[in-house]
């Protein structure tokens, strides 16, 4: 699995929504070898 978070945001992988996101060099792996994504909403304020 791979996390990336900025580093005033903890890591939460618990409320993270898994995405169905399948990079071209991970075509075609067997989906037991394959990675998982996530991602978290976050709103940042600009200006």
């Known amino acids: ?3 990336l ?3 005033e945001c903890p890591a ?3 409320t993270a929504t ?3 996101y399948i990079p071209a060099r991970d075509e075609d ?3 037991a070898q394959r990675e998982t994504y ?3 909403e976050d ?3 600009l200006g």
Do not use: K, W
């Open 1 to 3: 699995m791979h996390l």
């Open 12 to 14: 939460d992988s618990e």
């Open 18 to 20: 898994v995405v169905d």
């Open 5 to 7: 978070v900025a580093p």
């Open 29 to 31: 792996a067997p989906l």
């Open 38 to 40: 996530r991602v978290l």
């Open 43 to 45: 709103t940042h304020r």
